[in-house]
């Protein structure tokens, strides 16, 4: 069965700053999607960027970019020139794409970002 | 093109009660799925839902948990005779008949069922 893990509960930082989010999983499937989910206080979630395991290049939206890397199964999310809307829950979410797959999204435990002014 | 529609909200039901959940997927998509997020923890699936069809429903718990998608109407999961364990944000999400290898998961705003 696959597993996402998300090792840090809490990240802090500073407004226009840069962080990282960090995100392993474990599969056997070779074929595969990713993605981050925002969930801010309104708790509606909001697909942050995708990235399709069989694509080389690292997916980017705007302030948002992964680092994927696919043999040690890591999904990091970097945002850039942090806003204070970026203030939210981030999940890590894997979902299968082989034969027989029920589409289900897999979703990490979350980290909770704090955007300081 | 509005969105996933999820009613009630909020829901506050005594221990023994039923919930029932509604959820409207966006308009041509065929395909519903339910999660549940418990204080603190990410969301975890529960199941998933074609019109007329159950097509995964291992997340669900085995007792007091349905869920129905009928050909008319919205999606329903009903909670029967709830415990405390039960308070939990539900998320409803939707996406169309698969085409090919990208869609996407639409979610609706939740309903958060606190039981007293």
């Known amino acids: 069965a696959q597993t996402v893990t998300q090792s840090q509960p809490e990240m802090s930082v500073q407004e226009a700053e840069t962080v990282t989010l960090s995100c392993t999983y474990d599969t056997s499937e070779s074929d595969y999607y990713l993605f981050w989910y925002k969930q801010p206080p309104s708790r509606q979630m909001i697909l942050v960027i995708r990235?399709?395991?069989?694509?080389?290049q690292n997916a980017t939206e705007n302030r948002f970019s992964v680092n994927f890397q696919k043999a040690a199964k890591s999904f990091s999310l970097k945002i850039s020139d942090s806003q204070l809307g970026d203030a939210a829950m981030y999940f890590c979410?894997?979902?299968?794409?082989?034969?027989?797959?029920?589409?289900?999204?897999?979703f990490g435990t979350g980290t909770l970002l704090a955007v300081q002014p | 093109n509005a969105g996933v529609m999820q009613n009630p909200r909020h829901l506050v039901r005594r221990r023994g009660q039923e919930a029932r959940l509604r959820c409207s997927p966006m308009k041509g998509h065929s395909h519903v799925y339910w999660y549940r997020q418990l204080p603190e923890e990410g969301l975890k699936f529960m199941v998933y839902?074609?019109?007329?069809?159950?097509?995964?429903e291992s997340g669900m718990p085995k007792e007091r948990f349905s869920a129905e998608f009928p050909k008319e109407g919205p999606s329903i999961l009903r909670i029967q005779q709830v415990v405390r364990g039960d308070s939990a944000a539900y998320f409803c999400a939707s996406s169309p008949l698969p085409q090919g290898r990208a869609y996407e998961q639409y979610f609706g705003p939740g309903t958060r069922l606190t039981v007293t």
């Open positions: 839902l074609q019109k007329e069809n159950i097509i995964d």
């Open positions: 990235q399709e395991a069989y694509k080389q």
């Open positions: 979410a894997y979902r299968s794409v082989s034969s027989g797959a029920t589409n289900k999204l897999i």
